[in-house]
C-alpha cells in the first residue's frame, strides 16, 4: 500500500503564463546582469549542445540556489532586526523564495530520472555549485537588486532552453518517455503523463520565477512595497 500523498508534496503549474515576456534592461545594472547571463549560456552551450536532458541538470542544481539565499538572508534581516518586515520585503517573501528553491529542487530531481549524467558531469554540477553559491551569497548582501534580475534573465534563458527540448521532442530527436512517477506526484499530471507534459510545467515554473525576481528587482528600484504594485513592470 502506498503513503497518502501529502497537500505540500504537490504542485500545481500554471502552463497559460505568458512566456515571452522579456524585462527590457535600462540601467547600467539592468545590462550588466543581462551580459552576466548570456556569458554563462555560452559554456553551456558548448559543453552540453543538444543534451537538454543533462543540460536541464545542471540548470536547475544552479536554480535552487538564488531562492535559498535569499530567503535564508531575508529570514536572518529579519531576526537581527526584531521586525516581521525586511525592509522593502515582508517574511511572506522570504518564504516565497524558500518555495522557489524547493520548486526548483523538485525539477533537479525529475530530470535525475530523465536523464543519467556522467561522473564528469556530477563533479561538473559539484564545483559549479559551489561557486555560485558564493558568489550569489556575496551578490545579494552587495546589491538584492542586480541579484534578482540577474535570476530573472537566467529564468528567460531556462525558457528558451526548455522550448528548444520541446522542439527535439516533437522533432523525435529525443525519447517522450513516460513522465517518471516523482513528476506526476508533484505536479498531478494525468496518469498517462509523458516527458513532454513535465517539460510544459517545468517551463511554466521558469516563467514565474522569472516575474517573481523581475518584479523583486523592480521594488528596489522604484522604492515601493509589494502590497503597492500590483503586477510586475518593465516587461514587453
Known sequence: ????????????????????????????????????????????????QRRYGCRAMMLETVAAVPGMV???????????????????????????????????????????????????ERALVIAVQGVFFNAYFLGYLISPKFAHRVVGYLEEEAIHSYTEFLKEIDEGNIDNVPAPAIAVDYWRLHPGATLRDVVMVVRADEAHHRDVNHYASDIHVQGLKLKELAAPVGYH
Open 1 to 48: 500500500m502506498g503513503s497518502a500523498k501529502k497537500p505540500w508534496d504537490t504542485y500545481s503549474s500554471n502552463i497559460s503564463i505568458d512566456l515571452t515576456k522579456h524585462h527590457v534592461p535600462v540601467t547600467w545594472m539592468d545590462k550588466l546582469a543581462l551580459w552576466t547571463v548570456k556569458t554563462l549560456r555560452w559554456p553551456t552551450d558548448i559543453f552540453f
Open 70 to 120: 535569499g530567503g535564508l538572508l531575508l529570514h536572518l534581516h529579519s531576526l537581527r532586526r526584531f521586525q516581521h518586515s525586511c525592509g522593502l520585503f515582508t517574511t511572506s517573501t522570504s518564504r516565497a523564495l524558500l518555495e522557489e528553491a524547493e520548486n526548483e529542487r523538485m525539477h533537479l530531481m525529475t530530470f535525475m530520472e530523465v536523464s543519467q549524467p556522467r561522473w564528469y
